[in-house]
């Protein structure tokens, strides 16, 4: 089966950083587009960040000038580099791709289990 296995959540102090790494895992064919998005208790799920195959990136609003996202297509693998964080950034942080697995034709969309980012004093 093809998964998502995310890691480098944890807790930061305001100010901070942190670093996001997903990787899909089994039999891949191509990925189209890999990602990050987050969400709260009582919040609705928002984009943070998103790559495509091309390495054309796109920011939430409140993401830009402070993450930055890249992608190695190689080995399935995106991060998400976090710089000045704040209360306002604690969340879950959820991996997205939409992906062709090996023996499929067409492209799904799979989703990480989430990794929990804290900032807090």
């Known amino acids: 089966q093809v998964q998502l296995v995310e890691s480098g959540g944890g807790l930061v102090q305001p100010g901070g950083s942190l670093t996001l790494s997903c990787t899909a895992s089994?039999?891949?064919?191509?990925?189209?587009?890999m990602g990050w998005f987050r969400q709260g208790p009582g919040k609705e799920r928002e984009l943070v960040a998103k790559?495509?195959?091309?390495?054309?990136?796109s920011y939430a609003d409140s993401a830009k000038g402070r993450f930055t996202i890249s992608r190695d297509n190689t080995n399935h693998t995106i991060v998400l580099r976090m710089d000045s964080l704040g209360p306002e950034d604690t969340d879950v942080y959820y991996c997205?791709?939409?992906?062709?697995?090996?023996?499929?034709?067409?492209?799904?969309?799979?989703w990480g289990q989430g990794t929990q980012v804290t900032i807090s004093s």
């Open positions: 997205f791709s939409n992906l062709r697995a090996a023996d499929a034709s067409e492209y799904s969309d799979y």
């Open positions: 790559i495509t195959r091309g390495l054309t990136t």
């Open positions: 089994g039999k891949i064919g191509r990925i189209a587009t």
